[in-house]
Nanobody
Framework: DVQLQASGGGLVQIGGSLRLSCTASGFNYENYAIGWFRQAPGKEREGLSCITSTDGSTYYADSVKGRFTISRDNASNTVYLQMNDVRPEDTAVYYC??????????????????WGQGTLVTVSS
């Protein structure tokens, strides 16, 4: 079965850090770009970051650029999202997804074939 398991969410204070993990199984993970999205209550799903399968190129949305870092470890089929200097507006359910998208279109959910179940990040003051 195809699975994307997102984990690492939790409660974090403003200015703190958190690392999310996305572990893939059941498909050729190394051939897919991996993206991170989030969805806050009452808001649309927002594309945050993407890392390609070919050369590891990355993309970041302006809302997280300079604070979040995406990386992938193909040996363990895992992609990470390091979140630093978190803000209240980072509170959301975070999802990872796999697809054959390109960086210029990587914030569009339609480019992704497989989705994880989401992990909740809550930023507190």
């Amino acid at each position: 079965d195809v699975q994307l398991q997102a984990s690492g969410g939790g409660l974090v204070q403003i200015g703190g850090s958190l690392r999310l993990s996305c572990t893939a199984s059941g498909f050729n993970y190394e051939n897919y770009a991996i993206g991170w999205f989030r969805q806050a209550p009452g808001k649309e799903r927002e594309g945050l970051s993407c890392i390609t399968s070919t050369d590891g190129s990355t993309y970041y949305a302006d809302s997280v650029k300079g604070r979040f870092t995406i990386s992938r470890d193909n040996a363990s089929n895992t992609v990470y999202l390091q979140m630093n200097d978190v803000r209240p507006e980072d509170t959301a359910v975070y999802y990872c997804a796999a697809g054959r998208t390109i960086l210029s279109e990587s914030t569009a959910p339609r480019g992704y074939l497989y989705w994880g179940q989401g992990t909740l990040v809550t930023v507190s003051s």
